[in-house]
């Protein structure tokens, strides 16, 4: 599954990590935050596994870094409260201050939609149910609905 990290562009050219970190330190850092974001247990957790923790020689190696300069950035980072390393794994301190708002504001948009009366031909992929509604999940496997039309004659969105 794809995801999407939010970097503010005026924030890294002005921000503390242009402060904190010489130019290396910012890339891993940076992808520090972009392993964090693929976490395989939970968002903004650098884990194989609950309970577990990568190696930093695994870390440098799927970084293609040096074990000094990782060592030397975690430090640092710890130093500076970006980070905390236990036997999880290492946790980025205020992880929601680096995602997009996107996650955040979905519930939101969904209401706004249903008290707009915006209908949507949806599917389920798992069981095949189909309806114009506004649900995300579908009601009879609870599965999520994906949207089911194309672009017809003008632009206008036509079900399948």
Same mark, same amino acid.
């Given at each position: 599954?794809?995801?999407?990290? %939010? !970097? ?8 503390? !990590? ?78 929601? %201050?680096?995602? !997009?708002?996107?996650?955040?504001? %979905? ?20 069981? =095949? ?13 609870? =599965? ?17």
């Amino acid at each position: 599954m794809k995801h999407w990290r %939010k !970097s503010w562009s005026y924030d890294n050219i002005f921000g503390s !990590s242009r402060f904190d970190f010489d130019a290396a330190q910012r890339g891993v850092w940076n992808d520090l935050l972009d392993l964090a974001d693929i976490s395989r247990v939970k968002r903004g957790l650098i884990s194989p596994a609950s309970g577990q923790a990568y190696t930093h020689e695994y870390i440098a190696g799927i970084l293609n870094i040096s074990i000094e300069l990782l060592e030397d950035t975690i430090n640092l980072c710890t130093k500076k409260k970006r980070i905390i390393e236990n036997g999880n794994g290492i946790e980025i301190i205020n992880w929601d %201050k680096y995602q !997009s708002d996107y996650d955040r504001q %979905k519930p939101y948009r969904e209401r706004a939609k249903v008290a707009r009366g915006d209908l949507v031909y949806k599917k389920c992929t798992e069981c =095949k149910y189909k309806a114009k509604t506004t649900e995300i999940d579908c009601p009879e496997c609870g =599965k999520p609905l994906v949207k089911d039309y194309k672009a017809g004659a003008h632009g206008h969105m036509v079900k399948d």
